[in-house]
Structure formats: structure tokens, C-alpha cells
């Protein structure tokens, strides 16, 4: 399984499918934020990351300019990855709260967390066309994973979900907390995305995101 995760993270590291997002990456690698302008952007696309035998596929919506972007790993060195990886901490799913780079030592245990788009779009919105690019990366990694719960950070993420599992026609709607088992058995599980525009206007609160993490491990014993 570790190999087979491994072959498709080269694959999609190295994807240049989409030239708008491709010019887009490369110069915000190459110009930089000046908080971070002696440091080496990452500016590709970014692989899954996690447990290989996660029981728990974490979908999130693109990787932060300077972000994931200029560190290289899904969530790690912005505000969303400073929301989101004390939660999994907090739950166990975590060994540690912070992440910074990809030499910091977080490892993650039964959750492997990737993302709807894989390279950082222009005002964080990947287009449709670009969004399908992806998504056989995306329906690869839960054919190798098999995941028992998917946690969607976002509409965008859950609509891509629905897309893959031919669950659309079920007329689920996206609300925080919401979970939903599909016929084939998997646990759809909602939560508002731990970007910035929600956690600081309160919309997303670190109870209620807790309480997704809660939910996961409910969802797991349920299976």
C-alpha cells in the first residue's frame, strides 16, 4: 500500500495538467512572501499525506500560496494547517500540534489528509475544468486506502466526493456535522473548512471542530 501511495504522489508531484495553475505555483515560488524570502518554496503539486493505513481520507479544497505551497505538505505552515492539526492532536489522531515543514516529525496516525485541487490556485478558487484534472488522483487514493470515514473540509470537497461515489442523485446537502453512510458503505462526515474566513469570524469554532474529530472515532467504532 505504502508503494503503490508513494508511485501516485511521484505522479502527482510531477502533474502539470493545468498551465494556470502551473504558471501560478511557479511564480509565487519564485517571487515570494517577504516574511519568507529566504526560504525555498516547494511550488509543486501536493501528495497525500498521512497514515498509509488510515481508516480516515481527510479532503480538503487547494493548497495555500504560502503555504502548502511553500512548504510542500497539505496543510502545513499557514492558518488553516495552525487550526487543524491541534484538533487531530487533540482527538489522537496527531502525535504532535504543530507543522511547519516536512522535517518537523508530525506523523499522523489512521488519517491521511489530501486535497480536491493539488496546486495552490489564484484567490484560493480552482476552476471546474481544473478541479476534474484532479480528481483521479483523488479516486485513486480512496481505491488504495478504502477509507471507512471521509472527512470533507468544504462544500467544494464534499461535491467532488458525491462526484466519485455517483451519490449526487441522493440529494445530500453540505452542513457542518453533517454525516451521511453511502450504499458501498463509507461514512461521509461534513465540517466548515478551518480556513482563516471561518475560524476567525467564529463560524468555525475549535469546539466544533472537536467535535468532528469526535464524530470520526464514533463513526470508526460504528463500523
Not at 497539505?74 to 516536512?102: E, I, K, M
Not at 499522523?108 to 495552490?120: D, H, P, Q, S, T
Not at 471546474?128 to 470515514?149: D, F, G, M, R
Amino acid at each position: 500500500m505504502q508503494s503503490r501511495l508513494d508511485k501516485l504522489n511521484q505522479e502527482i508531484i510531477s502533474c502539470r495538467k493545468c498551465s494556470r495553475l502551473v504558471a501560478w505555483r511557479e511564480e509565487v515560488a519564485r517571487v515570494k512572501r517577504k516574511a519568507y524570502k529566504d526560504q525555498e518554496y516547494w511550488g509543486k503539486p501536493i501528495p497525500g499525506f498521512g497514515d498509509p493505513q488510515a481508516r480516515v481520507l481527510v479532503v480538503g479544497l487547494a493548497p495555500g500560496a504560502h503555504g502548502s505551497n511553500r512548504t510542500g505538505r497539505a496543510f502545513t505552515g499557514d492558518a488553516s494547517g495552525g487550526f487543524l492539526y491541534p484538533a487531530l492532536h487533540r482527538a489522537g489522531f496527531a502525535n504532535q500540534p504543530s507543522a511547519v515543514s516536512r522535517s518537523d516529525g508530525l506523523v499522523l496516525k489512521e488519517v491521511y489528509i489530501v486535497a480536491a485541487a493539488r496546486c495552490a490556485p489564484p484567490a484560493n478558487k480552482p476552476t471546474p475544468e481544473e478541479l476534474h484534472n484532479c480528481q483521479p488522483y483523488l479516486e485513486q487514493e480512496i481505491q488504495i486506502l478504502k477509507p471507512e470515514v471521509i472527512v470533507c473540509l468544504g462544500r467544494v470537497a464534499f461535491e467532488r466526493i458525491l462526484g466519485i461515489y455517483a451519490a449526487r442523485r441522493l440529494g445530500l446537502k453540505f452542513a457542518h456535522g453533517a454525516s451521511y453512510q453511502l450504499e458501498s458503505r463509507e461514512w461521509i462526515l461534513c465540517s466548515y473548512h478551518p480556513s482563516q474566513q471561518n475560524t476567525l469570524t467564529g463560524k468555525l469554532t475549535a469546539k466544533m471542530f472537536d467535535d468532528i474529530w469526535v464524530k470520526t472515532k464514533e463513526l470508526l467504532q460504528h463500523e
